[in-house]
């Protein structure tokens, strides 16, 4: 368990994985997150993906995981939430610098990709703000990299 700001980044558990299926996004936001956290979970569970719980204090409010690319090593954020009931209050932000923080501890990596689609401003602007840098476009999404 790592924590800053607040931030606790937990692994997916049998007392946890239930509450994280039930995680949504506004439905404003679900034709730009539109799987399902219970699909994360299955797909983790069988192709060596990491899902984390993101908890503001004890209180869970997001959902992320992460993986790393047999192909070529590279490490992607393959998905990243704030349940609605807590968007607006700073923690999507903060929760995601400490995955940052997470990530680069745990693994040593240096580099970070991940992938938006176009029409999700929000998620582009936090990344942005956040360092990551546009490398890609391709018809689905917005390929981005932070060095760290």
Same mark, same amino acid.
């Given at each position: ?20 299926? @039930? ?5 404003? @936001? ?15 569970? +069988? ?11 004890? @209180? ?14 590279? +490490? ?10 807590? @968007? ?38 936090? +990344? ?21």
């Amino acid at each position: 368990m790592y924590t800053s700001q607040a931030m606790i980044l937990k692994p997916i558990d049998k007392d946890n994985w239930y509450a994280c299926s @039930q995680l949504e996004v506004t439905a404003e @936001q679900k034709h730009v997150f539109p799987v399902p956290i219970v699909y994360w979970l299955a797909e983790s569970a +069988y192709c060596g993906f990491t899902p984390l719980a993101v908890y503001s204090g004890e @209180q869970l409010a997001g959902f992320t995981v992460y993986a790393i690319d047999p192909d070529d090593g590279e +490490y992607w954020i393959m998905a990243y939430m704030i349940d609605h009931h807590y @968007q607006h209050r700073g923690l999507g932000r903060a929760g995601l610098e400490e995955l940052i923080r997470y990530m680069k501890e745990k693994h040593a990596c240096h580099k970070i990709k991940l992938g938006h689609r176009f029409e999700n401003v929000r998620a582009s602007n936090l +990344y942005a703000a956040l360092g990551f840098k546009e490398v890609e476009r391709n018809k689905q999404e917005v390929i981005r990299e932070l060095m760290i």
